[in-house]
């Protein structure tokens, strides 16, 4: 049985607010399903998410410090 969460656990796991994570869902970045007028997320949707968003910030960071000049 596939387990979820809500949009209020994974704000809280993200250390975000709960518009942010509607963010990321309206957006397509976070993949979930509306149930009624609300929204679960699978926990492998979850994981995804978190690969991916980990993965970007490594690139953010790699970018980051290709761009520095010293004079």
Do not use: C, P, W
């Amino acid at each position: 049985m596939r387990e979820f969460f809500s949009v209020q656990e994974v704000a809280k796991l993200l250390n975000m607010s709960n518009s942010g994570v509607l963010y990321h869902i309206k957006t397509g970045h976070l993949k979930a399903e509306q149930v009624g007028k609300i929204y679960i997320i699978a926990k492998e949707d979850f994981g995804d998410f978190l690969k991916h968003h980990r993965d970007d910030k490594k690139k953010e960071k790699k970018s980051a410090q290709t761009k520095l000049k010293f004079e």
